[in-house]
């Protein structure tokens, strides 16, 4: 695999390497170019931001061209890993904030002096941080609502106004639900090893008080707490009392267990924020008025549920660049306001620019954003890509029954203590 990719990223490279040329860039004198790699360029609905975002930066550096490259998703880290290995690949890259992109800062440029104007305006810069430098501008915010099939409640007899507060009252509305309805509780894909990640942060702060999640966040994480180890044990226990839709392991989250929501098989799902499996895909074919957000249950007694968010998707510069000044001015026209407002428009992001009007978006998104004020970061978004890699195996193990939640546990600690 890692011959295939560099022999792929060489090809690409040569094909399509940024060739923005130093200082004289600025001038618009000459023929330059930048070339972006990203997973979303290909995307139908991206096509009004990028345009937005392509006509900002051309109105600040003329003459020089953009080239974007939209690289398969599945694929992408580990094309990128190889480009970053050779020294040689795009001027501009898209990361997903956490681990993904914390693993690569040494193959970037730090953006700290360049966006400066942006700080006050854009919000989610923590997911796109490390050593105390920014290294990415933030483009989404990113964060994992349960979603509610309010219909499902009312077909069940339920009140979708008063949704369950507790564990224990989620547990009995699913029952309620499913006995008068057929319908699951909660649908879920765990083939990706992803939706350990969705329900950790979901129901994290229902579970965790004040202080373990400020230290989990601060990397200060007990892996041996009771309430950390609860979290798990509903893991396998949701799945046994048949809470999850069928064959968690063998569906995919993107985008199969989002349809077994919409098709209403399911009263919840825990979706996105953004791109994909969010509030404007669900709208394409539930009411919107039958889609609500439900606060975390909680769990531990005490805890206080917040909405789980970060900084999303954000744009990144690298180290080989021959410009960085050039680059990172087409990052922050790719975060520019005008872009940013068309892309929740055509694509229902949540924009990083929180000042963008969303109530046309209607009482769900309105909702989300309402909660962005109280809301914490995500608690997977802190943990390294090892660790997460590792507990998306670890997850199917435990919903297989091949490997016990004290045992997971312990592979998790050992996992995040050596980074």
């Given at each position: ?83 970053i290995q050779a020294g040689r690949g795009p001027d501009v890259m898209l990361f997903n904030g956490g681990g993904r992109l914390r693993d690569r800062v040494d193959a970037l440029v730090p953006l700290d002096p360049y966006v400066i104007a942006d700080r006050d305006r854009l919000t989610g810069w923590e997911a796109f941080g490390g050593n105390g430098k920014t290294y990415a501008s933030p483009v989404t915010l990113q964060g994992h609502p349960i979603y509610v099939n309010r219909k499902l409640y009312r077909d069940a007899g339920l009140d979708p106004d008063r949704p369950p507060a ?254």
């Amino acid at each position: 695999m890692r011959r295939w990719a560099a022999v792929l990223v060489a090809a690409l490279t040569l094909a399509g390497c940024g060739s923005a040329s130093g200082p004289d860039s600025a001038s618009g004198g000459g023929e330059h170019k930048l070339v972006v790699w990203d997973w979303k360029s290909g995307d139908p609905a991206a096509a009004a931001y990028l345009e937005k975002a392509k006509a900002d930066f051309a109105a600040k550096r003329p003459g020089v061209s953009v080239e974007f490259v939209a690289q398969p998703f599945d694929q992408y880290y580990t094309l990128l890993g190889a480009a970053i290995q050779a020294g040689r690949g795009p001027d501009v890259m898209l990361f997903n904030g956490g681990g993904r992109l914390r693993d690569r800062v040494d193959a970037l440029v730090p953006l700290d002096p360049y966006v400066i104007a942006d700080r006050d305006r854009l919000t989610g810069w923590e997911a796109f941080g490390g050593n105390g430098k920014t290294y990415a501008s933030p483009v989404t915010l990113q964060g994992h609502p349960i979603y509610v099939n309010r219909k499902l409640y009312r077909d069940a007899g339920l009140d979708p106004d008063r949704p369950p507060a507790t564990w224990d009252e989620f547990v009995d509305a699913c029952t309620t639900i499913k006995d008068r309805t057929g319908a699951r509780c909660l649908a879920l894909g765990n083939k990706e090893g992803a939706g350990i990640q969705f329900f950790l942060s979901a129901l994290g702060s229902g579970a965790l008080t004040g202080q373990e999640y400020g230290d989990w966040l601060a990397g200060n994480r007990d892996w041996a707490s009771p309430d950390v180890k609860r979290i798990f044990e509903l893991w396998t226990e949701a799945d046994r009392a048949g809470l999850n839709t069928e064959g968690p392991n063998s569906t995919a989250m993107f985008n199969d267990s989002f349809a077994k929501f919409q098709s209403g098989e399911a009263a919840h799902v825990i979706g996105l924020m953004s791109d994909v499996g969010h509030w404007k895909d669900f709208g394409e074919f539930l009411d919107p008025g039958d889609i609500g957000v439900l606060p975390a249950p909680v769990i531990t007694p005490g805890a206080a549920p917040s909405l789980p968010y970060d900084g999303g998707i954000g744009y990144a510069v690298a180290r080989w660049t021959p410009d960085p000044a050039l680059a990172a001015d087409l990052v922050r026209s790719l975060s520019s306001k005008d872009a940013l407002a068309a892309f929740h428009a055509d694509a229902g992001a949540i924009a990083a620019d929180t000042s963008i009007d969303v109530s046309a978006a209607g009482p769900v998104a309105s909702r989300v954003v309402s909660g962005i004020a109280g809301g914490r970061p995500a608690l997977h978004v802190a943990l390294s890509s090892t660790t997460l890699d590792l507990m998306g195996r670890l997850s199917q193990q435990l919903l297989s029954g091949s490997v016990t939640v004290d045992e997971a546990l312990t592979q998790l600690a050992a996992s995040d203590r050596d980074g």
